[in-house]
């Protein structure tokens, strides 16, 4: 009798069935975890008085519709002072699992592939450190064994005797994203120790990543140059591997390699996440260098004029955003502005912004030429691409210089923010088509799924995927 060779729609794969065996052995090759979220990922709050600035919207929380919380949330801004200089009172507290309200819980889109990649983690048996702290609180035993590394205890959470193997990496998503390379690098440092003390064999224990949207671009960049940010002088540091002496392989899930043309146009418009959530305007966006780094290349020509059809040129000189009036070049007065720069009038509040809105554009370009430096990815490193290319994704952005506007001129298949060319940092966008993929990143594997920016890591297969890659896969094959 023939068979057909379908599995039909409804086929899934058996997750426990194919891992649970392997899920349970801890051995010398099963490195330890770092998940490393996107963009709105980590809790921000004000260090001086435990205000939260970002992850709860309830009585007493950060409100950007309001003049001190505008001053707040923004980053500083100051003349003649480089940006790694331009420090406040709000920190990085813990990766964001949910967002409150005084009228319950909002669901804000951009944290559902975070808690996708944790249920994918759990299935794998891998113990998340901050999860598992939080449970044995509730227990009532003050939450030992969290960050020390220990497993089951007065919970009742039965982890087989695993230790911690999961570790969330929250950072200040607002900033340049070097500057967070030496916080990852102090994270994996400690990961690797508490790994490396548990093994009988003497080795150092590497760690593997898994890093969604912007988080890769912070994983990326972490291997390239370790825990060494940007410099200060516009220059590009040397390529050294220096944090890719201690992952073993990281897997990349629909982050923007070469930008996504949605920053732009939240540069310009603002945006506005619910009707429960403040407004985040263009002029509190605008003074966060990582939103920036989100940008597009220029030369692949994903901004065009509205008149002329042509590119506008480069995407990183103020001048053309001058042009166009754009974000904190726009011309047209702003309440926020003003509310962020009180005391002073609107001339000098207008070169305030000019000012650091070129030291914005100046990073990030700085940050792309980095990204892009061509190296031979060093013997023993694997880079895993997960990505979407099924959804309609805006690719070109028309500009008009007389409204200050832009609108999506074009889409391309992607997730529905990050194109599928971008997700690869795919140079044929710069006209010369070939076959076969140019690009600086020289990707072990590449895996596209049929799902949007979030739903990415909520569905079995990207679950089956990330798993084989964690515990199955022969090291170095």
Known sequence: MLTGCAAGPEARADIAAIYNRSAQTIGADRNPVIVIPGILGSTLVEESTGRVVWGAFV?????????????????????GVPLSKLTDDVK???????????????RIAALEPYKGIIRSLEAGRYVDRDILAAKMRRAGDGGRGGRSGGGGGASGVDYAGLHTTCYQFDYDWRRDISENAARLDELIGHVSDFASRQRQDGTRAKVDIVAHSMGGLVALYYLKYGKDPLPDDDSVPRVTWAG????????????????????????????????LTPTYGPAILGTMPSIYQL????????????????????????????????????????????????GVDDDQRRAIAIDHL?????????????????????????????????????????????????????????????????????ERLDGRWSPRLRSPLRWTSVR???????????????TDDVLYLLLEKPRGQ
């Open 59 to 79: 009585h007493g929380a950060i409100d950007t519709d309001f003049p001190e919380g505008a001053r707040v949330f923004s980053l500083p801004m100051q003349p």
């Open 92 to 106: 990085p507290d813990g990766v964001l699992e949910t967002l409150e309200a005084d009228v319950g819980v909002v």
């Open 244 to 275: 890719a002496a201690n992952v073993e392989q990281v897997i990349i899930v629909g982050t923007p390699s070469a930008g996504s043309v949605l920053s732009l146009k939240q540069l310009i418009d603002g945006v506005n996440y619910s009707s």
């Open 295 to 342: 940008m597009t290349r220029s030369r692949h020509g994903t901004v065009v004029d509205a008149a002329t059809g042509e590119p506008v040129g480069d995407l990183f000189d103020v001048e053309t955003w001058k042009k166009y009036g754009w974000g904190l070049a726009s011309p047209k007065p702003d309440r926020t502005l003003a509310w962020m720069l009180p």
């Open 358 to 426: 070129e030291k914005c554009l100046r990073k990030a370009r700085q940050l792309h030429q980095a990204l892009d430096a061509p190296a031979t990815t060093p013997k023993g490193l694997e880079m895993h691409l997960i990505a979407g290319d099924a959804v309609k994704t805006p690719a070109v952005l028309e500009a008009n210089a007389g409204t200050g506007r832009v609108r999506v001129r074009e889409t391309t298949p992607g997730d529905g923010t990050v194109t599928r060319a971008s997700a690869l940092l795919d």
């Open 448 to 462: 596209f799924l049929p799902e949007d920016h979030i739903g990415l890591t909520d569905n079995t297969p990207f």
